[in-house]
């Protein structure tokens, strides 16, 4: 028998050779085990409280076929238990549980270890991904391919209606030109000395996009790097590993079209617009991200980042992130600016009245359906992975629907903002990072729904952090897909006012 402190047997259970220690639970839909990351503190019968202050830790391991007399392990899992006055092995079938009263006692804390040989040596993280359903997951698919495709003809249609039609009539009369099917004439192409226009905080507009693009890096690279099986989901800090190497490596693309739009902006110091690059967006999450780890920490959880993380956290943003973002920027501001097709006149034109279905929100809250019902599925099983503590995920699918969510987000933004433009509204910047970051809104609005609705958590500590939490991650994906909302309607808006005729 090994008696330990609780302090103990949470830093022994938490990892073992990279492996995090889990419970095994079975049921009656699937043959096989799933297993669910750590242990269950106690349990509850009818009126009383019981405390599992015995573990058992049960360790896989296979031989080495490479290296005679080695082992690898494969397995590690954990078997919680309850019994009275520390004792490690049951003395009968029928034994008491150590109970929790209102008194103040002392608990005797116990694990055992066995090892256990297994045959097989497959994957050793794929035990624990609980595979989804295959049906509701293809259909979804199909239905997120079909939608994508739709979207794309769409917009085929529209380069085909404006690029193609204003070369094919470049050499016909003015008078013929003018008039000649007058309804596409009025829109779009009345605007052409306006849709350029410096935006509204435009300054602001600049460190977001930087902000975003090094999100794009991250988001495409996780998603190479999953496919190429570089990580694994299960894996204990892969992911933030990862997520933190790739989002310094998108610092320097960060600085540099910050500050090449910037300078479309005609902005006077791009020094300051890469420290606002730096600092003006993460700052934020930083704050929410303390808040969350404070009230963690008031918990005494495990989940607050402790001082050292937090040292390494503000030495890699100000050391290593806000530099490349300064190299990137000095780049970006020595290269020319990017000339528009048209000029801007100095009085900007008036915008027609608009109607409630062409209104700013309308068009935001419509833009975000898409991409949602795209991704809902996997957003769905993220969420119940969460609270069930089971990581229910298919990688192949997590990279099909990922795609998919990037392609339909700039699909729609590129549809939505030629309508808009349509109805003579040369205000797109801002909208379409807007349009964007719509689908980040419905995800948000979701797992509110869920919280409420489906999981257990009780307190209002608790459902602070959840909040917060659900926040940042959703925060993160909408500058993704703002970001790449705005650079395809950049690039459409480019191409189809570069063949307008403008005498």
């Given at each position: 028998m090994l008696?330990?402190?609780?302090?103990?047997?949470?830093?022994?259970?938490?990892e073992?050779?990279?492996?995090?220690g889990?419970?095994?639970s079975?049921t009656?839909e699937?043959p096989?085990?799933?297993?669910?990351?750590?242990f269950?503190?106690g349990f509850?019968?009818?009126d009383?409280?019981?405390?599992n202050?015995?573990?058992t830790?049960?360790?896989?391991?296979?031989t080495d076929?490479?290296?005679?007399?080695?082992?690898?392990?494969?397995?590690?899992?954990v078997?919680?238990?309850?019994?009275?006055?520390?004792?490690?092995?049951?003395?009968?079938v029928e034994y008491?549980?150590?109970?929790?009263?209102?008194r103040?006692?002392?608990?005797?804390f116990t694990?055992?270890?066995?090892?256990?040989q297994?045959?097989e040596?497959?994957l050793?993280?794929?035990?624990y991904l609980?595979?989804?359903?295959?049906?509701r997951?293809?259909s979804?698919l199909?239905?997120g391919?079909?939608?994508v495709?739709?979207?794309?003809?769409l917009i085929g249609?529209i380069?085909?209606?404006t690029?193609h039609?204003?070369?094919s009539?470049g050499?016909?009369d003015?008078?013929?030109?003018a008039y000649?099917?007058?309804?596409?004439?009025?829109?779009w192409?009345?605007i052409?000395?306006?849709?350029?226009?410096?935006?509204?905080?435009?300054g602001?507009l600049?460190?977001v996009m930087?902000?975003?693009?090094?999100?794009?890096v991250?988001?495409v690279g996780l998603?190479?790097?999953l496919q190429?099986?570089w990580?694994?989901?299960?894996?204990?800090?892969?992911l933030?590993?990862?997520f933190?190497?790739?989002f310094?490596?998108?610092?320097?693309?960060?600085?540099?079209w910050?500050a090449?739009?910037?300078k479309?902006f005609?902005g006077k110091s791009?020094?300051?617009n890469?420290?606002l690059?730096?600092?003006v967006?993460p700052s934020?999450?930083?704050?929410?991200?303390?808040i969350?780890?404070?009230?963690?920490?008031?918990?005494?959880?495990?989940?607050?980042?402790s001082?050292f993380?937090?040292?390494?956290l503000?030495?890699?943003?100000?050391?290593?992130?806000?530099?490349?973002?300064?190299?990137?920027?000095?780049?970006?501001?020595?290269?020319?600016r990017?000339e528009?097709?048209s000029?801007t006149?100095?009085?900007?034109?008036?915008i027609?009245?608009?109607?409630?279905?062409?209104a700013?929100?309308a068009?935001?809250l419509l833009?975000?359906?898409?991409?949602?019902?795209?991704?809902?599925?996997?957003w769905?099983?993220?969420l119940?992975?969460?609270a069930?503590?089971?990581l229910v995920l298919s990688?192949?699918y997590t990279?099909?629907?990922?795609?998919l969510l990037?392609i339909?987000?700039?699909?729609?933004t590129?549809?939505?903002?030629?309508l808009q433009?349509?109805?003579?509204?040369?205000?797109?910047?801002?909208?379409?990072m807007?349009?964007?970051?719509?689908?980040?809104?419905?995800?948000?609005?979701?797992?509110?729904?869920?919280?409420l609705?489906k999981?257990?958590?009780q307190?209002?500590?608790?459902?602070i952090i959840?909040?917060?939490?659900l926040?940042?991650?959703?925060?993160?994906?909408?500058?993704?897909?703002?970001?790449?909302?705005?650079?395809?309607?950049?690039i459409?808006?480019r191409?189809?006012?570069s063949?307008v005729?403008?005498?």
């Amino acid at each position: 028998m090994l008696v330990g402190s609780p302090q103990f047997l949470a830093l022994f259970f938490r990892e073992l050779d990279g492996l995090p220690g889990a419970t095994v639970s079975y049921t009656n839909e699937a043959p096989e085990h799933n297993y669910r990351i750590g242990f269950p503190l106690g349990f509850r019968k009818g009126d009383r409280t019981f405390i599992n202050n015995h573990v058992t830790f049960q360790i896989l391991y296979t031989t080495d076929k490479d290296q005679p007399g080695k082992y690898d392990i494969v397995g590690f899992e954990v078997y919680p238990d309850s019994i009275t006055e520390g004792e490690c092995l049951k003395k009968s079938v029928e034994y008491e549980y150590q109970q929790v009263t209102g008194r103040r006692a002392q608990v005797s804390f116990t694990y055992s270890v066995r090892w256990k040989q297994v045959k097989e040596n497959n994957l050793r993280w794929e035990a624990y991904l609980t595979k989804p359903n295959p049906d509701r997951h293809f259909s979804a698919l199909v239905n997120g391919i079909v939608i994508v495709l739709i979207v794309s003809a769409l917009i085929g249609l529209i380069l085909l209606k404006t690029i193609h039609k204003d070369t094919s009539n470049g050499g016909e009369d003015k008078d013929v030109k003018a008039y000649d099917d007058i309804d596409e004439f009025v829109g779009w192409k009345l605007i052409n000395r306006d849709v350029f226009r410096r935006p509204i905080y435009g300054g602001l507009l600049t460190p977001v996009m930087g902000t975003g693009i090094q999100l794009l890096v991250v988001a495409v690279g996780l998603i190479v790097c999953l496919q190429l099986d570089w990580y694994h989901p299960a894996q204990p800090g892969s992911l933030t590993r990862w997520f933190t190497f790739l989002f310094t490596l998108g610092s320097i693309p960060a600085g540099y079209w910050s500050a090449k739009v910037y300078k479309v902006f005609r902005g006077k110091s791009w020094m300051l617009n890469s420290l606002l690059t730096s600092f003006v967006v993460p700052s934020i999450f930083v704050i929410i991200l303390f808040i969350t780890s404070t009230l963690n920490w008031s918990l005494q959880s495990s989940l607050a980042i402790s001082f050292f993380g937090w040292t390494s956290l503000v030495s890699i943003w100000l050391f290593i992130l806000a530099p490349l973002t300064l190299i990137g920027a000095y780049f970006g501001e020595k290269t020319e600016r990017i000339e528009h097709p048209s000029r801007t006149t100095q009085i900007p034109r008036m915008i027609p009245k608009k109607r409630w279905y062409q209104a700013d929100v309308a068009r935001v809250l419509l833009g975000g359906i898409v991409p949602f019902a795209v991704v809902f599925l996997n957003w769905h099983e993220f969420l119940n992975s969460a609270a069930k503590g089971e990581l229910v995920l298919s990688i192949n699918y997590t990279i099909w629907a990922s795609s998919l969510l990037l392609i339909a987000t700039a699909e729609m933004t590129v549809v939505l903002i030629f309508l808009q433009l349509c109805n003579e509204d040369y205000h797109w910047w801002w909208q379409s990072m807007l349009i964007g970051a719509s689908p980040a809104f419905y995800m948000f609005v979701y797992g509110i729904f869920y919280y409420l609705r489906k999981t257990s958590i009780q307190g209002l500590v608790g459902g602070i952090i959840y909040v917060a939490n659900l926040l940042i991650g959703c925060g993160l994906i909408g500058l993704c897909t703002g970001t790449l909302g705005f650079g395809s309607s950049y690039i459409i808006i480019r191409k189809i006012y570069s063949t307008v005729k403008v005498d």
